[in-house]
């Protein structure tokens, strides 16, 4: 095991000079070296960049100037997040040497914080997944466990962390991307509301439903990553202008009284015994911390898969007809424009993608619109109206994160529907826009993780934070 | 059977996607079994209930937040071009279109 880093620390050895930015890059590159191999989490390396502004950091260290939030931080990023000048594929082989002309809010928000960007992580093709076996660059192993899956679709953002290749990273949600893989890898991992966090330069899958959020080895190092990528960006109409609090300064205070909502229907047919025991052992933890508990009812919990796939097909068939071979990535050549279009598109793509775009096309083409895209947008607003009538009687809900531990490479990969139907427990805060964490509570036989999910109501990021801080604080993690 | 290999072969085709004979068959098979799994929400009547395109509130919604159409300078011209497939000068270049 190597040794842990969280952002306090590398701030600490930083500010006291017992080590530089520079050699901490250059550390987690020769960790990287070691391991990568193995895990296939990082596909591309930015070392020159992460060099530049190492030096930048330790150039203010130098001058004894204040360091910025995140100083000399080495980061991954998601590789559907925009770089500029630096290769992002989104897993794909359409986009296999495709070089962004620029970056990501989110990435952008980073640097200026003085994160050092190490490089890119591997993932579903389009974020479309649940295991990371959707690559085009090969699938990633869970560094718990390295003949298993580390859930997907952001798996590589992961894996990065759990195995210490990076102190903290970006991933993408859209029903459960990062929150699955952080639950199957062992650590926290957050979607923030609807809105919080920009999209600008994410390559987008489902836009109402697609979201940035961290990835870290501690709530309250995720807590800082969140503070930092939140809130208003001119480029992202829908990024809101909700001011952003200081999620770390709401954590550490007493959570005794505080609501919780145990949904009923999150623990139906389905879900492992082992999870089902190690998640009962959670939710006693908030008990000892003096929560209330309380089952309620969220009825239409059982339609979210099928709304889900409804939206997100929709969403991602029209998101993906740019990739024409016109203007960047792959072209297969071909004598008619629209020839050259299908046989681009059709060389590509990957199995995942080209299912979902045929179904999203499907769903939305005329004859269907009304009895699949409007009647998943009408269940769709059922599923929202659970959560803000739950969210008017408890302060939180706690959930499983996924029904199933980890599982083996190739187990399910024959059966998309099999594999839709474990984001059953993630799917629904997506439809809803609400913020959720995945933080880490036990592991199966001692070494399959289980991650419990906890939803807040919109911009509640604060009370979710403190509530899975405090569980952490509590000894969740080893229940 | 939700769907047929002719369904398939049209969605495919309204998608500009080129797909194999195998591919095809594989489709047809498996997104006959996810509608019939999507045909659940027919057990739910959502009569009067409006679609929800996006989750945001009126106040914080795309149409309320629109910023102010500036000009901003944004000098990427060339790496854009540079990510083409195939270009001449400053044009994206594709197979013929129009017949003469």
């Not at chain 1, 919080?196 to 961290?214: E, H, K, M, Q």
Request: charged residues 25%; glycine residues 10%.
């Amino acid at each position: 095991m190597n040794a842990a880093w969280t952002i306090d620390g590398v701030r600490e050895a930083l500010g006291t000079k017992k080590i530089s930015a520079r050699e901490l890059a250059s550390d987690f590159y020769k960790r990287i070296a070691e391991r990568n191999q193995e895990l296939n989490a990082y596909l591309t390396l930015s070392e020159e960049r992460a060099y530049l502004q190492a030096d930048r950091i330790d150039g203010l260290v130098a001058a004894g100037k204040v360091l910025p939030p995140l100083a000399g931080v080495p980061i991954a990023i998601k590789d559907v997040i925009s770089t500029r000048g630096v290769r992002t594929t989104c897993g794909s082989k359409i986009l296999e040497n495709y070089i962004p002309p620029y970056d990501a809010t989110a990435v952008e928000r980073l640097e200026a914080a003085g994160a050092v960007m190490l490089g890119k992580t591997n993932c579903d093709e389009f974020a479309m997944g649940s295991s990371t076996e959707n690559s085009a660059y090969g699938p990633v192993r869970n560094p718990e466990s390295t003949d298993r899956v580390p859930g997907g679709s952001s798996g590589g953002s992961a894996a990065a962390v759990a195995a210490g290749l990076a102190v903290a990273s970006l991933g993408t949600d859209t029903g459960g991307s990062i929150r699955q893989p952080g639950s199957f890898c062992g650590i926290p991992a957050m979607m923030g509301s609807y809105g919080r966090v920009s999209r600008y330069g994410l390559i987008a899958f489902a836009s109402s439903l697609d979201r940035i959020g961290p990835f870290a080895t501690s709530t309250r190092d995720v807590a800082a990553v969140m503070g930092v990528i939140a809130g208003r960006d001119t480029n992202d109409s829908t990024s809101t202008t909700a001011p952003v609090p200081d999620y770390r300064a709401a954590m550490g205070k007493p959570v005794k009284g505080l609501r919780i909502g145990i949904p009923k229907e999150y623990f139906g047919a389905g879900m492992d015994e082992g999870v089902r025991k190690k998640i009962e052992a959670g939710i006693a933890v908030f008990e000892k911390l003096g929560c209330e508990l309380r089952e309620i009812h969220m009825a239409h919990t059982d339609y979210a898969i099928a709304t889900y796939y409804i939206i997100a097909t929709a969403e991602a068939s029209s998101n993906l007809a740019r990739y024409d071979g016109v203007r960047y990535g792959l072209r297969v050549e071909a004598d008619s424009l629209l020839a050259m279009y299908r046989k681009t598109r059709g060389a590509g793509f990957g199995a995942e993608v080209k299912r979902r775009i045929v179904l999203g096309t499907y769903v939305l083409s005329a004859g269907y619109y009304d009895a699949f895209y409007l009647k998943g947008q009408r269940v769709r607003a059922l599923i929202a109206q659970d959560f803000r009538e739950a969210f008017s009687k408890v302060d939180v809900l706690v959930t499983p994160t996924s029904p199933v531990p980890p599982f083996l490479l190739g187990e399910r990969t024959s059966d998309p529907l099999q594999m839709y139907l474990a984001d059953i427990y993630t799917v629904t805060g997506s439809l809803a826009g609400v913020p959720g964490i995945s933080v880490p509570c036990g592991k199966i036989c001692g070494k399959l993780p289980v991650g419990l999910q906890i939803f807040g109501p919109a911009f509640g990021e604060a009370r979710v934070l403190l509530l899975a801080d405090a569980f952490e604080q509590a000894g969740g993690a080893s229940v | 059977m939700r769907i047929s290999r002719e369904d398939v072969e049209k969605v495919a085709e309204l998608a500009n996607l080129e797909l194999s004979e195998a591919e095809l068959e594989m489709y047809r098979t498996q997104i006959d079994e996810i509608l019939e799994y999507i045909g659940k929400l027919n057990e739910l009547d959502t009569t009067g209930v409006e679609p929800m395109a996006q989750v945001l509130a009126d106040e914080e919604s795309a149409d309320a937040t629109l910023r102010e159409d500036d000009i901003v300078r944004c000098d990427v011209a060339a790496e854009i071009l540079e990510q083409a497939p195939d270009r001449e000068a400053s044009y994206f270049r594709v197979p013929k279109v129009i017949e003469r």
